[in-house]
C-alpha cells in the first residue's frame, strides 16, 4: 500500500505552524490516514456515499487538527517534540 501526502499546509521555510518541521508532520498525516484511509466504495453505492468512502484523513483535515490538539496539550514541549 502507498502512503502518498497530499497536504498543502502553508509549510514555511521548514515548520509547518511554526513548530513541526515537514517530516514530523508527515508523520502524524501518515498515522491518520493509516488509521482513516481512503475506501473502494461497496458496488452500486450512490454519488454521495462513493464521495465518502473515497476520503482519507488528510482530505478531512485530520492531521491539522491533530497538530492543533498536541499544540494546546503540550506547549512547553513543542521544541523538544521530536524527543517524545
Known amino acids: ?9 502553508g509549510a514555511t ?8 518541521t515537514p ?3 508527515s508523520i502524524i498525516e501518515t498515522v491518520c490516514d493509516t488509521f482513516f484511509p481512503s475506501l473502494e ?7 454521495v456515499v462513493a ?5 482519507k484523513a488528510s482530505d ?6 491533530v497538530r492543533n490538539r498536541l499544540a494546546m496539550r503540550m506547549p512547553k514541549r513543542r521544541p523538544n517534540f521530536a524527543n517524545y
Open 1 to 9: 500500500m502507498a502512503v502518498t501526502s497530499s497536504t498543502g499546509t
Open 13 to 20: 521555510e521548514g515548520q509547518v505552524a511554526g513548530w513541526l
Open 23 to 25: 517530516a514530523e508532520f
Open 41 to 47: 466504495p461497496p458496488a452500486g453505492s450512490s454519488e
Open 51 to 55: 464521495a465518502y468512502y473515497r476520503r
Open 60 to 65: 478531512l483535515h485530520v492531521p491539522m487538527l
